[in-house]
């Protein structure tokens, strides 16, 4: 019995991690609780949700994302080629230390990036987790978010304000995206969600 039960619990959670914006809507997705617009504005550009969806560790639900493309990409090669600005969007649901978060996203980084490649990221990295050590706790209902937009670099913003100054290595906007999108993702129904594949109408609420 508890084990049927905790297979139950393995299945919704894993369900419960992906939404994705039904084609066609414009009003925001609802993903647990957070509202995701279906439109952004970003470096003179508008940006359209490609997905979004729950990063969930040890059954429990850490934060919600969702990446806006100029235009839809349904693979990770497709996303990064994509021309124009491009934003992931980070909406917390449970409060965590800034630092450990940190530390998890250097980490994925390495397990996804080519060692060359992530040598070449090393110093916005290290930028990046000063930002996280400086905010020492991100709270229920604190953002952030990664901006890139050509020419100018990637832009990190802690609930909405930015926090230093861009970072100008191309390599770093790859390294950090593959956190979510490379061969060994942090959240692999997250993966799915960002690049657009739906789960059940149950998963999403259009309010």
């Not at 940006?47 to 693979?75: C, D, H, P, S």
């Not at 670099?153 to 100054?165: D, H, I, S, Y």
């Not at 979510?180 to 309010?207: F, V």
């Amino acid at each position: 019995m508890r084990k049927t039960l905790m297979a139950c619990l393995l299945a919704l959670a894993a369900a419960g991690t992906a939404l994705a914006q039904p084609a066609g809507s414009t009003s925001p997705l609802d993903v647990s609780g957070v509202k995701y617009p279906h439109q952004v504005s970003l470096g003179g550009s508008a940006l359209k949700l490609n997905g979004a969806g729950i990063r969930t560790r040890f059954v429990v639900q850490v934060y919600t994302a969702g990446l806006y493309l100029a235009a839809k990409a349904e693979t990770p090669e497709a996303v990064l080629a994509a021309p124009g600005p491009k934003r992931l969007h980070v909406v917390m649901l449970r409060d965590i230390d800034a630092s450990e978060l940190g530390r998890l996203f250097t980490r994925g980084m390495q397990d996804n990036a080519p060692k060359e490649e992530f040598s070449k990221s090393v110093p916005g990295t290290l930028r990046m987790a000063d930002i996280f050590s400086e905010k020492k706790r991100l709270a229920k209902g604190e953002s952030f978010s990664v901006d890139f937009v050509p020419g100018l670099g990637t832009q990190v913003l802690v609930n909405g304000k930015p926090a230093g100054e861009p970072i100008v290595e191309p390599e770093f906007f790859r390294a950090l995206m593959a956190i979510w999108l490379g061969p060994n993702p942090a959240d692999s129904s997250l993966k799915q969600a960002l690049l657009g594949q739906p789960l059940p109408a149950a998963y999403s609420r259009q309010r």
